[in-house]
């Protein structure tokens, strides 16, 4: 099982270290979703799934994903499968964002 989060790059609690290294937020994230679902942990592989709002995946997701596309290409037999899975979550990161930001300028 997993459980998603899309990640502010640039929280005021974060945005030194994400400065420092890409990735941090949406790993950090990672951290807290497998503290919070750690009792399901013993009875299910559990998979955090974090993207920030930069689309840096954390360290955890990236081979989780990469690996889903590899599944994807297997059972649809097309490669490019591999890039729609990456186009689509960088679609809904932007688009994310566009709501986020429409949402503070609108009076």
């Not at 994230?29 to 955090?48: G, R, T």
């Not at 599944?71 to 709501?99: C, F, I, M, T, Y």
């Amino acid at each position: 099982m997993w459980n998603a989060t899309a990640v502010d790059t640039f929280a005021q609690g974060q945005y030194k270290d994400s400065a420092r290294q890409a990735g941090f937020a949406a790993t950090k994230a990672e951290v807290a979703k497998c503290k919070k679902y750690h009792d399901l942990q013993s009875n299910y592989y559990f998979q955090p799934v974090a993207i920030e709002t930069t689309g840096v995946y954390g360290k955890s997701t990236a081979p989780f994903l990469s690996g889903l596309s590899k599944k994807l290409v297997d059972v649809s037999g097309d490669p490019r499968e591999h890039q729609w899975l990456h186009l689509r979550l960088s679609l809904a990161v932007a688009r994310g964002n566009a709501v986020s930001i429409l949402a503070c300028v609108q009076v």
